[in-house]
T-cell receptor, first 112, second 116 residues
Framework: GESVGLHLPTLSVQEGDNSIINCAYS??????FIWYKQESGKGPQFIID?????DKRQGQRVTVLLNKTVKHLSLQIAATQPGDSAVYFC???????????FGSGTKLNVKP | NAGVMQNPRHLVRRRGQEARLRCSPM?????VYWYRQLPEEGLKFMVY????????ESGMPKERFSAEFPKEGPSILRIQQVVRGDSAAYFC??????????????FGPGTRLTVL
């Protein structure tokens, strides 16, 4: 079964603040992780990915951190904007498999 | 370059009817994945297909559900004799043939199935 879970189901932040969304995974064999953003009524949208041989990866306003020791993944969003309001999922992919296990999601509310 | 396309976007069926969901992968992609999402939940893997082959159907119910990805045309997820519990959003994703282990999956907009 799925091994991905999230600590916070809902996160409310003020516009302009930084957001941190956390994710725990239990399968140490997972070697690839993706963060997806899903807006209401839409499909998941790729945000950023990270391989297990890395511990940090940065994109535009987003950073993903991977701590393999405690099997923890986080997504940091800098200067959060109203357009960032969505549900965020982390997904892990097991080595040699082509399916992803998704967490239950964290809803991010950005207050203006 | 068009993204993953799914149709219909919304589908209403009565109990006992059949539902057919279609997915056209991105151009150049030969791997297709189907996921199901219940309200307020994450996506659950159902099936992974390549052209004319089912690679992994471990997440798909053994009865009433089937999937195909023919040589020509879209991938089809078929649900026979639908029940109310089948009501969900069904998402299709595709990935390119190349990419080794690190295959990003691109998602379509989903089909929202409502069973009355």
């Amino acid at each position: 079964g799925e091994s991905v879970g999230l600590h916070l189901p809902t996160l409310s932040v003020q516009e302009g603040d930084n957001s941190i969304i956390n994710c725990a995974y239990s399968n140490s064999a997972s070697d690839y992780f993706i963060w997806y953003k899903q807006e209401s009524g839409k499909g998941p949208q790729f945000i950023i990915d990270i391989r297990s041989n890395m511990d940090k990866r940065q994109g535009q306003r987003v950073t993903v951190l991977l701590n393999k020791t405690v099997k923890h993944l986080s997504l940091q969003i800098a200067a959060t904007q109203p357009g960032d309001s969505a549900v965020y999922f982390c997904a892990e992919k097991l080595d040699n498999f082509n399916k992803f296990y998704f967490g239950s999601g964290t809803k991010l509310n950005v207050k203006p | 370059n068009a993204g993953v396309m799914q149709n219909p976007r919304h589908l209403v069926r009565r109990r006992g009817q059949e539902a057919r969901l279609r997915c056209s992968p991105m151009k150049g992609h030969s791997h297709v994945y189907w996921y199901r999402q219940l309200p307020e939940e994450g996506l659950k893997f159902m099936v992974y297909l390549q052209k004319e082959n089912i690679i992994d159907e471990s997440g798909m119910p053994k009865e009433r559900f089937s999937a195909e990805f023919p040589k020509e045309g879209p991938s089809i997820l078929r649900i026979q004799q639908v029940v109310r519990g089948d009501s969900a959003a069904y998402f299709c994703a595709s990935s390119p043939q190349s990419g080794g282990v690190y295959n990003e999956q691109f998602f379509g907009p989903g089909t929202r199935l409502t069973v009355l």
